[in-house]
């Protein structure tokens, strides 16, 4: 069975860092692209970012490009997403998400999902 | 920056048919992904490719996609569908995936 647990949500104040982690188990790991997908309390999906399966393609929302950086050990079958200078707006149940493909230049679509780490940004 | 429209809410009685659209330009180009999300709970995918059902997803859910609109079709709807859906494509211009707003179903 495949699953995902993520992990490292916390509250954090305005400009600060945190750094998520989602363990994998259940399927090879480096066959699949990961995304992160984010839902501000009361809100809808916000898709963050992709990491291709070798780690060598990512993509990122603009809200987030130059803040956020994803990555992955696939010997440790584990997902990263580092978040850095933090906004208020970043207040949300953050998930990962499995790709149906290594490829994230394709039309992939996300499952399963792990539960979700929240993240609260607030002075 | 592609955009997906859905309607915020759709109500619909037991053993009805609900319909919810998500709408985009030429979106019918595109292949999309719908996800089922009760509350509290993770996203579920329902149809992925415009029409495929997962296993253990009920044939009570449809999907297609043509011109502007695609569509997620509940038929014979049931108390347990009540949830929030969401289509989603990939915009391969931007390799972003984009999500619509949801539709919160609300079964009467």
């Known amino acids: 069975e495949v699953q995902l647990l993520e992990s490292g949500g916390d509250l954090v104040q305005p400009g600060g860092s945190l750094r998520l982690s989602c363990a994998a188990s259940g399927f090879t790991f480096s066959s699949s692209a990961m995304s992160w997908v984010r839902q501000a309390p009361g809100k809808g999906l916000e898709w963050v970012s992709v990491i291709s399966g070798m780690g060598d393609n990512t993509y990122y929302t603009d809200s987030v490009k130059g803040r956020f950086a994803v990555s992955r050990d696939n010997s440790k079958s584990t997902l990263y997403l580092q978040m850095n200078n933090l906004r208020t707006e970043d207040t949300a149940l953050y998930y990962c998400?499995?790709?149906?493909?290594?490829?994230?230049?394709?039309?992939?679509?996300?499952?399963?999902w792990g539960q979700g780490t929240l993240v609260t940004v607030s002075s | 920056s592609y955009v997906l429209t859905q309607p915020p809410s759709v109500s619909v009685a037991p053993g009805k048919t609900a319909k919810i659209p998500c709408g985009g330009y030429?979106?019918?180009?595109?292949?999309v992904h719908w996800y089922q999300q009760k509350p509290g709970q993770a996203p579920v995918v329902v149809i992925y490719f415009d029409t495929d059902r997962p296993s253990g997803i009920p044939e009570r859910f449809s999907g297609s996609n043509s011109g502007n609109t695609a569509t997620l079709t509940i038929s014979r709807v049931e108390v347990g569908d009540e949830a929030d859906y969401y289509c989603q494509v990939w915009d391969s211009y931007t390799d972003r995936r984009v999500f619509g707003g949801g539709t919160k179903v609300t079964v009467l």
């Open positions: 030429s979106i019918g180009s595109k292949t």
């Open positions: 998400a499995k790709e149906s493909d290594w490829n994230p230049r394709k039309n992939n679509w996300f499952g399963p």
